[in-house]
């Protein structure tokens, strides 16, 4: 592809704190090179800024190569930016021409509070997986990995759910600030294998009542989630989870 | 876990919608079904409403339709105070809101406005259930007579009704509504009572599609037909 360099505009969400109340900054950016990242052209940007005597702009970001689920960033009324199954660090500035003007913003929910700038705090989801994404085993020897014989579809279906990186694009992008495609690929990945059998009951249940209490709304199946997933989570988990949750919920002994 | 926290957990919230609303769905097919009973004239020219007429009599006639009505308005009524609480919940998630709307890009417009179509299918029922429930079942209807004996005259009221252009448009804006509250409602019913099988969900996809224009092109077609006097 053809290299070219760009004149942007950026309108920025700035933050000082989580109490502090926010607006848009905008900020003028020349030469950038269709070959940097995006991330990359906001470095350019903070390092403008820091020249200049001010306040550069607080991200998340941290591998930079789409596994770790930690860039956030809503661009242009999208989660990730206008790629399809892409992550913010992902993105790259040819997908963006001289002249383009570029807004960002943070995810919005009130389950994911504003930090700083376009920085949010997720550990919502971390409390979530601690209620009950995990399976207890006995530590020792590593098991051999193929003790129990699982169905092919099943190990791809789990496979795909757990591809899952925590990003939160899901809840950014649903009108209920849901946070369902998250916990329905935790709650799937495990479901689906036998490993995830003995406490599947309690995982469904435990995880639903730690999301409901983190404050996210409930699911009403539009599908914004998926649209946005840079994993590519599909909204089947979303009935696998719902699946698991009644079959719990009507069946439990106390 | 105790009943109450399983209904008042979200996804138990949803599972009540989800019960209402397939139940309404069965409604729906019972009523339109009744309802085209009118268009028997087409077939038979010495009808004159006494199919349709004999058909509603049946629903008030004894004690199980009586018991499903009853069943019936419980059912709306839940399926509409749960959905307006799960609106006001669901909306009070997100106090900031973002400047640039993900819009259309991520789902389809209807399935964003279910609280608002339902509204306006609400707001219709009210008028509905004046124009007809009421008189048939308690302020009283002129009476025909099929085969010696007398029957309420539904099918004049309806006719009567159907005159007036404002009902047949506030109908149709009736029909409109409940049709895309179902394109995306049916579907989603099955998905909230757990229905993972991609070879039923697509079934139930086509299902619905199908379900929805079907049903919603009969119901607009019957003040159409009387208003335009295809059916006399
Ligand atoms: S489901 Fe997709 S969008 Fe949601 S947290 Fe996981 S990877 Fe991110
Ligand atoms: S920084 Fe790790 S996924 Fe983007």
Redesign the interface.
Known sequence: MEHYNMNLTL?VWRQKNNKAKGG?ETYKLSDISSEMSFLEMVDVLNEQLIREGQDPIAFDHDCREGICGTCSM?I????HGPWHANTTCQLHMRAYKDGDTI?I?PW????FPVIKDLMVDRTSFDRIIQAGGFISVNTGNAVDANAIPINKDDADASFAAAACIGCGACVA?C????AMLFVSAKVSHLALLPQGQPEHKGRA?NM??Q??KE???????????E??CPKEIS??N??????????A??T?N? | ?KWS??FT???????VMALTGIFLILFLIVHVGLNACIFATWFDSEDHGAMFNKAAHFMGANWVPRLLEIGLFAGILLHIFQGYA?EM??R????????????N????WY??S?GLLGTLVFLFLIVHIAQFWVPSRITGLEETIIDGKPYHDLYRRMIEVFQQPWVVALYLVGCASLLFHLL?GF??SF??????N?RY?SLIQATGVAFSIIVVLLFALMPISMHLGWVK
């Open positions: 309108k848009f809503y242009d009324g999208k989660p807004t913003e919005r929910a009130n389950a992008a009108k209920n600030s849901s249940l639903i009542a999301m409901d404050g996210f709304g409930s699911c009403t199946n539009t599908g914004a989630c649209a946005v909204l089947e979303i009935a696998r989870l719902n699946n698991e949750y009644l079959g919920g009507l439990v106390n | 876990m926290e399983f957990s979200s996804i138990g919230k949803k599972f799960l919940k669901n009070s998630t997100r106090s900031v809101g973002y400047a640039v709307k993900l819009g890009r991520g789902s389809k399935s964003r279910m995306h579907q989603s998905r909230t009572i757990g229905v993972v991609k969900m």
